[in-house]
């Protein structure tokens, strides 16, 4: 559980957080101010971009305090008295909060460069509550590619990503644009299930795409997994809508066990694409 409240007046622009881990009850509050998770999508960009490259959320960089309690119970009761008591204040509980990709996905493809990722997904655990995208899902579908375009599959970076997909739910586009990126990277998501042999994550993304679509990632997507799961009609129709795309032309299908079975496809896919080219 998380909850976050902040107040905003003439005098003030303040944050007051609460949140439970195990037995413990933490308290933070602090300034709105140089926080990512603000209230505008404007301000989240600028606030990103003035802390770079580590940006703190709101509801985190300010005074903590913690207490223990033998109960859940104990510390409930506890967070209602201390909660009534803000909204007293006049405090307010903020429904809806902005979040920016930019610090979390830089390096996420880059192994001696960790990126926040893991982070990101521990904080959004903690919320009930939607999360709308301001800023950075382009950079996050292109980190995502680049995971498959260079070939860069190892179990701990995939394991990140499948792990991810599952919080996509969470998280609503401000605009048209992050809304389409958010379906591409379901599609990213086919292309890790298919590579890990993961049919719980693949039914998982293909809940949220179409049967077939023009967009490159999602196509390539829907490649992916129609050739690990032999669904050979899909495999055709998808292939040739990805693969004649910068993307579906760096992808390595001949490369996939999976993708072996269709190499004559390929291979006149490949030799069309030539002469258009």
């Known amino acids: 559980m998380k909850r976050v409240f902040t107040l905003k007046n003439e005098e003030s622009d303040k944050f007051w957080a609460i949140e439970t881990n195990n037995e413990n009850l933490i308290v933070n509050f602090g300034k709105v101010k140089n926080t990512t998770m603000t209230l505008s999508n404007w301000n989240a960009w600028e606030q990103q971009h003035k ?27 506890e967070a209602e008295k201390l909660i009534a008591k803000k909204i007293k204040a006049g405090f307010i509980e903020q429904d ?13 493809y880059n192994l001696n ?6 982070e ?38 995939l394991s990140g990503v499948a792990a ?37 994550l693949d039914a998982f993304c293909r809940v949220h795409l179409p049967a077939k679509s023009d967009d490159p990632y999602i196509a390539a997507g829907l490649a992916y997994s129609a050739a690990r799961w032999n669904r050979p ?12 795309t910068y993307y579906g032309e760096s992808e390595s299908y001949e490369k996939l066990d999976f993708f072996k079975p269709y190499a004559d496809i390929i291979e006149a896919y490949k030799k069309d694409a030539e002469k258009s080219g």
């Not at 521990?122 to 950079?139: A, M, N």
């Open 164 to 200: 991810f997909m599952y919080h996509l739910p969470k998280l609503e586009g401000a605009d048209e644009p992050a809304k389409n990126n958010l379906l591409s990277i379901y599609g990213v998501g086919l292309r890790c299930a298919a590579v890990c042999n993961d049919e719980k």
């Open 233 to 244: 009609d899909e495999v055709k129709e998808n292939l040739k809508r990805a693969f004649f």
């Open 51 to 77: 802390q770079d490259p580590v940006a703190v959320r709101l509801g985190e960089g300010g005074s903590v305090s913690e207490k223990a309690f033998a109960s859940a119970e104990l510390w409930g009761k």
């Open 120 to 157: 990101l997904l521990t904080e959004l655990d903690k919320w009930d509550k939607p999360f709308v995208i301001s800023y950075g899902s382009d950079h996050l579908l292109h980190s995502l590619e680049v995971i498959f375009t260079a070939q860069v599959k190892t179990a701990k970076v």
């Open 96 to 108: 809806e909060f902005f979040i920016s990709f930019f610090n979390e996905v830089r390096g996420l």
């Open 113 to 118: 460069r960790p990126s926040k990722l893991s």
